[in-house]
């Protein structure tokens, strides 16, 4: 019989063709769908094609691509009455192919297909969603608002992809999205909120520019949480608005958190231990200039930021153990030389700096072993400045030490020698001598020798005044700035005459 409904479809009258088309769908025929798509476009009335558009939507199936297409012509060219039919057959076949097809419906400036459209496109779910951000990414200026449209009557439920979509680095247009939960305003305030522990720090930065232009009361508290992230880019923005708002913080951990987002760092240390967590997270992700402000607050607040900071020795990012060490260094607390003495076999060369800048602030016998334990790194800048540290410490122990590592490394050696000139300035008289020769160093080597020749003259052994009293004056006279080599020389021989020796 199916030749009958056919010959029907193209003979009959309107009325007899509908019934055709209804005969068809009743008669449960797997071939029915293709020939309802088949003679549908050949249809000249369009109540004919409407019923054709409701059939398919009936007896179409998931990969019927003739169907598909044929209401796809149906509402590029169909009544207004047969396009909205066809958006509806494309909602019941559910086949996502279709998608595509509805996206380009709602570009049709004709409103209930839009309208009809829009509800389809509801029944695809995410799959949905997800094409129409990429066309609202891609779209031309004159579907912009009705893709927009189309995102907004979802509401809520497009949130969680909107957010997904912001975190993509590589996507374009991301002001269309950020259009997009404006838009949706209040009611998407819960789920940009569920969405943070996920968004990336793209992603929030573009969530806190949206729930800034939100009023009411759950979108500043969602600012209060985002006044907490990580990302200066975030705080910072979060914070401002608040401040805009009249907001003001309630407790002790929300004062500290507002104060570092808003680079109160005299504010942020008045708080005390409830600012460490805010001003740690500044000290480790802000920009050279900010984080030694936020490290200078953290020192004002003693133990409490140490035993904050000594975890943050563990963390795999170089850049924030250095930044801890020095700041720990600040504090000047022993509790931390144990972490310091540990970053001394640290790979990078700038941490074990770092880690012997700090023991030499904290001082004590104990920093000095640290120390001591440094002269022997391989990076002559790290030894040269253990050598000093162990000098202005002034480390009796460390002398021999000192003398071993000054036959090597020229500026290790000028350190070194300098540093035993403190401690020990006996033992360094003949080193200094021999520093006089040496250009970087003869301003500094006459200083330390008419320092101790002043002081300790009588004690100087006979050996040792004779080769300061010989060192030959033409080449450092002409070096020496601010010290007269000449009258450390007289000096020497005034107290070698004095003893009845030549020289």
Do not use: Y
Request: glycine share 8%; charged share 25%.
């Amino acid at each position: 019989m199916l030749w009958l409904k056919k010959l029907q479809l193209k003979v009959g009258g309107v009325q007899a063709r509908i019934k055709a088309i209804e005969a068809l769908v009743a008669s449960g025929d797997p071939r029915a769908s293709e020939l309802i798509a088949e003679e549908a476009l050949q249809q000249p009335d369009a109540e004919v094609q409407r019923a054709a558009a409701e059939a398919l939507g009936k007896v179409g199936k998931v990969g019927d691509s003739r169907a598909l297409e044929s209401l796809r012509i149906m509402i590029q060219f169909g009544a207004p009455e047969v396009q909205v039919a066809a958006a509806e057959a494309i909602g019941k076949i559910g086949d996502k192919k279709g998608i595509p097809l509805l996206i380009d419906a709602l570009k049709i400036n004709q409103p209930s297909l839009q309208t009809a459209s829009k509800q389809a496109l509801s029944q695809f779910g995410e799959a949905a969603i997800q094409d129409l951000i990429h066309a609202l990414r891609i779209s031309d200026r004159a579907s912009q608002s009705k893709l927009t449209a189309a995102l907004v009557d979802i509401g809520a439920d497009v949130v969680p992809h909107l957010v997904s979509a912001l975190g993509d680095k590589k996507g374009e247009n991301n002001d269309r999205l950020r259009a997009v939960l404006e838009q949706i305003g209040a009611a998407g305030i819960p789920p940009l909120a569920e969405s943070l522990a996920s968004a990336d720090e793209s992603a929030r930065k573009e969530i806190v520019s949206v729930v800034s232009g939100i009023e009411g009361d759950e979108a500043t508290d969602l600012l209060v949480v985002l006044m907490r992230d990580p990302s200066p880019a975030v705080h910072t923005v979060a914070a401002k608005s608040l401040k805009q708002r009249g907001w003001s913080p309630k407790t002790d951990q929300e004062k500290g958190a507002f104060a570092v987002a808003l680079r109160d760092w005299n504010g942020a240390a008045q708080v005390g231990p409830e600012a460490i967590p805010p001003l740690i997270s500044a000290l480790k992700n802000l920009d050279t200039g900010q984080w030694e402000a936020a490290a200078a607050a953290l020192t004002k607040l003693g133990e409490a930021a140490s035993e904050a900071l000594l975890p943050l020795m563990q963390d795999a990012d170089s850049r924030v153990k250095g930044r801890v060490l020095q700041t720990l260094g600040e504090l000047a607390d022993s509790s931390a030389i144990e972490a310091m003495k540990q970053a001394l076999v640290d790979a990078d060369a700038s941490i074990r700096e770092s880690a012997v800048l700090g023991l030499w602030r904290i001082g004590g016998t104990e920093a000095a072993e640290g120390l001591l334990e440094a002269l022997q790194d391989e990076d002559p800048l790290i030894r040269s400045r253990a050598a000093r540290a162990l000098g202005d410490l002034g480390e009796a122990k460390a002398v021999d030490a000192l003398l071993a590592v000054a036959d090597g490394d020229r500026s290790v050696r000028i350190d070194a020698v300098l540093a035993v000139a403190k401690i020990a300035p006996l033992r360094a008289v003949n080193w200094l001598a021999e520093l006089t020769k040496e250009t970087a160093a003869t301003e500094e080597a006459f200083q330390a020798l008419g320092k101790i020749l002043t002081e300790h003259l009588a004690d100087i052994c006979d050996e040792d005044l004779l080769t300061v009293a010989r060192l030959p004056l033409a080449a450092p006279q002409g070096l020496v700035k601010t010290v007269d080599g000449s009258e450390v020389c007289r000096l020497a021989q005034s107290e070698l005459q004095r003893r009845g020796i030549e020289v």
